[in-house]
């Protein structure tokens, strides 16, 4: 062995390297200091700011005072003032308490450490010149450990060893801050004027420091902050969150965004994935598979919250920021924010690089926000030293960061953009989300369902009753894909309830099956009765024109010619000449009919045999076939009314034309008599039709589904004793037309309207189903309708409908 071995020498320079230089920012030195309270078990900490506005920063101090396990003398100089070593580090921090039955008692079960650098105790130099340590093991004992740092001892000479700067430490019996156990940072002397803003940036920063971990009390830990220099700003700024009070920790979930959001979490094994989507907090699919990829991820969550224009409005307005502002997604360690992800300016996670790749494709970090939580000991996910600039690269790094944008943004952007989306651009504002029951998107989302389904890693799958309604009721190739996925999925997993669900999609996919065959077959007996008929119908056309060429020849007064073209004007597309075309739309409305019937009929079965099983009997078992049957019974009357006034319109059918006019004619030829017939008294009620710029507004259009939202809503007016009835044109541009549909009758309770489009809502003796369905119809049609409160008495309807073109 040489004798002339040498050692490294520690400069007292080093205080600033691991101190002032080393954390850069204000904040970041404040909750180093809270985490060190966490891992001393302390359930409450208070940070008080004192004197911070007289003009002598000498009386500044700030406290940080927590009700932790406390230090012994041995504690400050085995470890307090060992500079870089940690007892987290080895699992010796707690190791002289854990045998302590009293102590026991008060501990909460073992949490992960916050903080394991050894470094963190240098964020008072950061913060003040002037350290005062209290601290205290035993309330029992009348000592407590007190240690007085002056920061500027280490910058006299860099020659000085750091060791023999000179730190005082004594055990005292006074006791100025009331401290029963715990530890006390007074930290005098500040470095820096705390304004108000930088206060109120604080408080909002500590908001997001703390996620409690998924079943620990938020209880567990609490933060207040104390300022009471500010105690008077705070009552006379009302608008603005007080500074003084406790810390609410911050959490996406309570906002309850009318959103998407989704969530994947590895197992603490590692050995399966589970992603969860809720839209508007409606399950859409839960989806277990196996984790081929990712084993480096065990115990880590994702959460993140897609942001259309509307959900950031209601951000804005909750949070008092814009989510551009306030952060993207945000990572905890075990509990405890990992800077700077989620800061406005960060793209770690490169998703906005991606985003320029495919701008209609991708998300960015403005259309999302959410967090990642990571709970594990300190040998995976290590944060750099200088506290904000996240964790050290390493494998598991790039695993969270691809597990990120490959399963979790992806997942989302597949419903995002293809279901919700689908069809149109994205734009930065989202401000065009079309809702799920349109026809496109329905195909879509069942295309994303059978697509996840339809892998051998899946373990089980869930589906919410919203998407059991759409795969059920369509009849698409991929249904059937779906369909066969589940009733695999279902066997393997020995899932009775994805089991059950398969079953019965299957019966009711098999009745409309059933009923669309059975109407086929009608409908070419009809065609063949059909072309009788037409040979009968061009005899009895060609007497109508002899008989037309003949009243030609007789004299018909100006006024008499003139309103009998007006008369062929507002009736044209209702009496039309019964030739080879008209029968045709004729035989197609009978093909409705006959097909809603025997879906009504196949329905009314199932229920009968549901009946014959009490077991099986539960109120979402009943719903759904109900509000299928009311709405097929409502087109058929629909129909009816036609077939009475308009003899044969094409009503199934898409037709382009203009939709007023269309509106003006249905009301003049149709509603007219079918409101008189219905009213009371035989009273009839009037209706008035205002387009006083005589618009148009040409779009592609059902006349049939046009003719059922009219239908439910002068029919509503009825009911609600209406003796008047207004429709009136507001807009009408290239993209949209606004109508108002508005009754002076009872009107509607205002405890009432948030129910009002509700399935089975009614305040009359109705069954609650007319404005449902209504509302169902016009999100087909990618339109809407909204109530709003007439300031007299009555209700008015806003009927928006986007232009179409074939």
Request: one cysteine or more.
């Amino acid at each position: 062995m040489p004798d002339d071995l040498k050692h490294f020498k520690v400069s007292s320079g080093i205080k600033n390297i691991i101190g002032s230089e080393l954390i850069t920012d204000d904040f970041v030195a404040v909750f180093e200091l809270v985490k060190n309270s966490f891992d001393a078990h302390a359930k409450n900490v208070l940070i008080k700011f004192e004197n911070i506005h007289q003009p002598d920063l000498k009386k500044s101090r700030l406290i940080i005072q927590d009700d932790g396990k406390g230090m012994t003398r041995l504690d400050i100089e085995k470890k307090w003032l060992w500079v870089g070593y940690s007892a987290k580090k080895d699992n010796s921090e707690d190791l002289d308490i854990e045998s302590s039955d009293d102590y026991r008692k008060e501990l909460s079960a073992k949490r992960a450490y916050a903080g394991a650098k050894g470094i963190g105790r240098f964020s008072c130099d950061r913060l003040g010149r002037y350290l005062t340590l209290y601290s205290r093991r035993d309330p029992n004992t009348p000592e407590l450990e007190c240690v007085i740092v002056d920061w500027k001892n280490f910058e006299e000479d860099d020659r000085i060893r750091f060791e023999d700067v000179e730190i005082d430490h004594d055990s005292i019996t006074s006791n100025p801050f009331s401290l029963n156990r715990g530890t006390v940072l007074e930290i005098t002397n500040l470095r820096k004027i705390w304004t108000r803003s930088d206060l109120q940036l604080l408080r909002k920063e500590l908001q997001k420091l703390i996620v409690p971990e998924e079943g620990e009390a938020e209880k567990s830990f609490k933060v207040v902050l104390s300022v009471p220099d500010e105690s008077q700003n705070d009552l006379r700024h009302t608008k603005e969150e007080p500074i003084n009070g406790p810390i609410k920790n911050f959490l996406f979930e309570r906002l309850e965004l009318k959103t998407t959001q989704i969530v994947c979490k590895v197992s603490d094994s590692g050995k399966f994935i589970e992603t969860t989507l809720l839209d508007q907090n409606r399950l859409i699919y839960r989806l277990v598979e196996q984790n081929r990829e990712y084993h480096l991820l065990p115990g880590v969550t994702f959460r993140i919250f897609y942001l259309n224009r509307a959900s950031k409005l209601a951000f804005n307005s909750l949070v008092g920021v814009a989510p551009i502002k306030f952060g993207s997604v945000f990572v905890y360690k075990n509990g405890f924010r990992v800077q700077p992800y989620g800061r406005e300016e960060d793209d770690s996670f490169a998703i906005d690089r991606r985003k320029v790749q495919g701008t209609s494709r991708f998300l960015g970090n403005r259309d999302i926000v959410g967090r990642i939580q990571i709970r594990c000991n300190d040998s995976r996910f290590k944060e750099a030293s200088s506290r904000n600039a996240g964790f050290i690269e390493s494998p598991e790094l790039d695993q969270l960061s691809d597990f990120l944008r490959r399963i979790c943004l992806r997942r989302l952007e597949l419903y995002v953009v293809d279901v919700i989306k689908w069809g149109n651009p994205i734009t930065e504002t989202f401000d065009q989300s079309q809702p799920i029951t349109s026809s496109s998107n329905k195909e879509e989302l069942l295309k994303l369902i059978a697509k996840l389904t339809d892998s051998s890693n899946v373990e089980n799958f869930e589906v919410g009753q919203d998407v059991i309604e759409i795969v059920s009721a369509n009849q698409e190739s991929s249904v059937k894909s779906v369909l066969a996925n589940f009733e695999r999925l279902a066997a393997q997993g020995n899932n009775p309830t994805l089991e059950k669900e398969a079953r019965r999609i299957r019966r009711e996919m098999d009745v409309v099956l059933e009923a669309k065959e059975e109407a086929e077959k009608s409908e070419k007996k009809e065609r063949e009765r059909a072309k009788q008929a037409e040979d009968e119908a061009q005899r009895a056309y060609s007497k109508a024109a002899a008989a037309e060429e003949a009243a030609k020849q007789a004299t018909i007064s100006a006024d008499e010619a003139q309103a009998r073209e007006q008369q062929v004007v507002t009736q044209n597309i209702f009496l039309r000449s019964v030739l080879s075309h008209d029968l045709d739309h004729l035989l197609k409305l009978h093909h409705t009919i006959g097909q809603d019937a025997l879906t009504i009929e196949k329905f009314v079965r199932n229920l009968l045999e549901l009946i014959n099983n009490p077991s099986d009997i539960r109120p979402e078992n009943l719903k759904v076939p109900l509000e299928r049957i009311s709405f097929r019974a409502n087109r058929i009357l629909s129909i009816t009314r036609f077939a009475t006034r308009a003899n044969h319109i094409a009503a199934s059918e898409e037709h382009t034309g203009d939709l007023l006019e269309y509106i003006r004619e249905y009301i003049a030829n149709v509603l007219d008599n079918h409101i008189a017939a219905l009213s009371l008294d035989d009273r009839k009620i009037p209706i008035f039709f205002s387009n006083p710029e005589d618009l148009k507004f040409i779009t592609s259009f059902s006349p049939l589904d046009v003719s059922v939202v009219f239908d439910n809503l002068l029919s509503n007016s009825r009911k609600h004793a209406s003796t008047e009835i207004r429709i009136k044109v507001n807009r009408c541009d290239n993209e949209s037309l606004s109508l108002s549909f508005r009754d002076n009758g009872k009107g509607i309770p205002r405890k009432n309207e948030p129910q009002l489009f509700n399935p089975g809502f009614s305040t009359t003796d109705g069954s609650g189903l007319g404005l449902c369905h209504v509302k169902e119809i016009m999100e087909t049609l990618q339109g809407s309708i909204t109530y709003r409160k007439p300031d007299t008495s009555g209700a008015e309807f806003i009927l928006t409908f986007p232009k179409n073109e074939n």
